[in-house]
Every structure is written in C-alpha cells, then in structure tokens.
DNA sequence: CTTTACCTTCCCCTTGGGGGAAGGCTTACA
DNA sequence: TGTAAGCCTTCCCCCAAGGGGAAGGTAAAG
C-alpha cells in the first residue's frame, strides 16, 4: 500500500512515517513503476509498534532497538525488560526533578501576595544572591 | 568587564552569555576600542536573575517577560505571580503524565520474567492491537 | 618571537519531526 | 480538451537552547 494508507493505519502522520524510512528504522520496498515507497502488512506492524514505543517515551534510538528485539524471535526478554526498567529508572529521577522544582516554585508562589503593588517575593527570590 | 568574567559570575557559559545577547535578552554595550562585549554590573544581575530563572524551568520567552517585569520598578506583583502558577500549573501536568507513563511501564516490567526465553509480555503489549 | 589566554563571527549539530515549495502522476468532472 | 483534486516524490528551512569547533584578531607575559 502507498505510505498515506499505510501511515493512517499505524496512527502516524506521512511525514513521521517518512522520516522513519529515512533514518532506516522501517524501510518499505519501493514500487518499481511510480517509485513510490510500497508498505507491506508487516510494515504497519513496525509502524504501530514504533508509535506505541514513542508514547511510552522511549527515543527513536531505544525503538529501534526494541524494533530490532521485536523482529528476532530468539531474543531473551531479560534484554527487553533491562530496556523498560532503564527508561523506569529516568522517569523517576525526572519525576523527583520536577517535583522539587514544583516545590520551590509553590512555596514562592506562596509568599507572594499577587496585588497590585510592586513588591514582590518571586522576583526578590531570583534576583537575590543565592 | 569581558565576556568570560561576566558569564562566570553569573554561573553560565560564555555561549550562553553570548546566546543571551543575540536574541536581545540581556544586551552589554560594546567596547569601542577592542569591539569585545562589555558587560556592567547591573548586566550580571540580569544573567544570573536568567540563570535561575532557566533553572526553575521558566523558557528563554518566559525569562524575557519575567525580565520586563524585573526592570519594571511599578508592575504589580500579580502578574510575576500568575506567570509563576501557570508554571506551577505545566509542571503538575507533566507530572501526572509521567506518572501514568510510569505506572504503565511498572505494570509491563512486572509482567515479564526477564530471563533467557523470547516470550515477552512487553513486546506482547507494543505489537498486539491496543 | 612565541605561547597563552582572551575575544570575535560563522557554521554545523542535536530531537523528532512540521510546514511548505516545486514537480510528477492518475482519476474525475465540466 | 482542459483543469482541478488528490495522491506521491525530494528538498529546504523551522522549532529550543545552546554546544562544538574553525578561523582569525588582540593583548599580556615569558
């Protein structure tokens, strides 16, 4: 099927479909009369798989890793979960990041009045040494 | 003073001192002799408001509203403080998202034994139909 | 005279595509 | 017959927030 069918199919846009062509992580074959990038069944497959990985937040880089995992049926699944355990791991030292950002932030917002007068504590806090 | 004694008390690199002056954030004046940057005392208090604006995660565009309202001696502390819970507010949505990314992840990791067979649940779950 | 340490501008690189131009193909409709 | 719609192609610039490094100018110090 021609790439519009085959990205509508696997929930993507033709332009995101093309660029995973481009940067070979799934390669249809290419229709020898029109030149068009011909998908296979399989192809979707990858596509869905790939578009899945992303919103579970995993880089092009880790998708294609996995999509390699995914094609051999040897694979052990310990190289599988070692991936998702990893991408577990950065997800918590982001959540602790942002939750202590979130913190500081809150307790800024706090102290400020929010009036119309110009003193305020938020500004006072960036601006002062520290 | 010069760029590089600039950037160090203010705790940045010199690209991004430099950087900062491209886009107009915080602009020296320029030495006429040697043409290098020439950076004043009240230059440095801007890049390290930036700095730790930048860390509190506020984007440059935030950071140049946020130092329009610094230099404004009359704004109302209101505004400072609603840019601050919007912030607040982006923050808390990131971190429901990764949460839930989380608890998807923990959920599939759990799932999977994580030995030398190549059943995986986790790959079950980003191929199957879902 | 040369090294070292500054500074300058300029250009390419990153992530993951989005937007749109310019061009080619086929099918449908007036 | 023309032409408009709807596909497809490649190509290039754009985003954030700078990082890396080249090429070149200048000043102080040995």
């Known amino acids: 099927m021609q790439i519009g069918e085959a990205a509508r199919r696997a929930g993507l846009t033709v332009k995101t479909v093309r660029y995973y062509a481009n940067i070979g992580m799934v390669t249809p074959r290419q229709n020898a009369v029109t030149g ?10 990858k596509l869905q ?34 991936l998702t355990l990893k991408k577990i791991d ?7 990041e942002l939750q202590s ?9 706090s102290s400020c009045d929010g009036d119309n007068r110009p003193d305020c504590p938020i500004l006072n806090a960036l601006s002062g040494g520290g």
Chains 1, 2 share one sequence.
């Open 36 to 45: 068009y990038r011909d998908y296979a069944e399989g192809d979707v497959a």
């Open 49 to 82: 798989f790939v578009g899945k990985a992303r919103k579970f937040d995993f880089s092009v880089e880790e998708c294609r890793e996995l999509l390699g995992l995914y094609e051999d049926r040897n694979r052990p699944s310990r190289e599988v979960k070692a």
């Open 90 to 96: 950065e997800i918590d030292r982001r959540l602790a």
């Open 101 to 109: 950002l979130k913190d500081e932030l809150s307790g800024l917002a």
